[in-house]
């Protein structure tokens, strides 16, 4: 096996130079040194002990990825899109799945920690959980930023994503349709699935139906399971008593598999989408471009909130002048994406 000692003498150069250039301890050597040394190593097939190197540089050169589901949307596109950002910057990533569950988050934060990784980064789900383990975590000095957490202000570095702006778009878009009598199935409020960004999507719900002065009736709401196939099976129930007791017109879904029940049990109720009946999403998954219409949805920037919550990781580790923990937090809107399933004028 190649050593430091093979390198430094292909290179004409001496071992300390060669060392210099591994731990790039600029300001040791020029430019063309580099490159001299850098062909030596492959010449000789040197491989550089990692272990060694992160001891001299006091850092891993690795992260920390805390992900609530690997193969959930828009989850695995937030992972693919963050560690684009730290793998470019020359960092590997371990990634741990957390399931939206607090045990899970705080023995994958422990192991983090044995590991030595250089920061987190922690792409959450908004439920209401505990945040004792963060802050417990945070006291080591290993930066962290989290999306999606809506954790208070000051404790970490943090993107959050605004869920009202785009329900309010999608009620601006079926009022001027004509829609009058429009219902929204939404995710459990309370208990243990509980989440932040269900709760704003309702919110932005009902603001939406003010601002267009139509009416809100409790009867027009229904709350669905959390899940995937749940979210299917108890959309369609819930979907069923909406349309044939209470004879709304449009219903609006907090997520996109709740829609594609909606959808199902509109279809097998004999109307039409959108004609009979308008039927939106939220989160812009595959789901809504396998219907035919093409469901209207909302599409939430996690891609973006990761890859700037990556860069803000690279920053606080850079130790910048900007690199002050805590103090940083970013707030994306949502955006409606207006397809078939909605657009139909009525009279």
């Not at 292909?10 to 300390?16: E, H, L, R």
């Not at 960092?91 to 920061?119: H, P």
Request: glycine share 8%; proline share 3%.
């Amino acid at each position: 096996m190649a050593t430091l000692h093979d390198v430094a003498k292909a290179a004409g150069v001496s071992a300390t130079t060669v060392s210099y250039v591994i731990n790039n301890r600029t300001g040791h050597y020029s430019d063309a040194t580099r490159i001299q040394v850098l062909k030596a190593m492959k010449s000789v097939g040197y491989i550089p002990n990692s272990v060694a190197r992160s001891l001299v540089l006091n850092r891993t050169e690795t992260f920390g990825i805390l992900l609530s589901s690997i193969l959930d949307e828009p989850f695995n596109r937030a992972l693919r899109a963050g560690q684009s950002v730290l793998n470019k910057a020359g960092y590997d990533v371990i990634v741990t799945e957390t399931q939206s569950n607090v045990d899970r988050e705080q023995q994958a934060l422990a192991n983090m920690l044995s590991r030595r990784v250089d920061g987190i980064l922690f792409i959450s789900g908004s439920r209401h959980m505990d945040y004792g383990h963060i802050k417990e975590f945070l006291k080591s000095g290993t930066p962290m930023v989290v999306v999606n957490r809506y954790l208070p202000e000051g404790i970490t570095d943090q993107v959050i994503i605004d869920n009202k702006v785009g329900v309010r778009e999608i009620i601006a878009h079926l009022a001027a349709q004509g829609h009058e009598r429009i219902g929204c199935l939404h995710n459990r409020l309370q208990g243990p699935t509980a989440s932040m960004a269900n709760k704003q999507r309702v919110e932005g719900y009902l603001e939406g139906m003010r601002a267009a002065d139509l009416p809100v009736n409790e009867n027009w709401m229904a709350s669905c399971a959390f899940g995937n196939d749940y979210g299917v099976q108890s959309g369609s129930e819930a979907a069923r008593k909406l349309l044939t007791e209470e004879g709304l017109t449009a219903l609006v879904c907090v997520n996109d598999f709740i829609a594609a029940g909606a959808y199902r049990t509109a279809v097998s109720l004999g109307l039409r989408v959108p004609d009979d009946v308008a039927v939106t999403g939220h989160d812009n998954t595959i789901l809504t471009r396998y219907h035919t219409p093409e469901i209207t949805s909302v599409a939430q920037p996690i891609t973006e909130a990761s890859a700037q919550a990556a860069k803000r990781l690279l920053t606080l580790v850079g130790g910048g002048s900007s690199a002050k923990p805590g103090q940083w937090m970013q707030v994306l809107p949502t955006t409606s994406i207006i397809r078939a399933s909605s657009t139909y004028q009525r009279k």
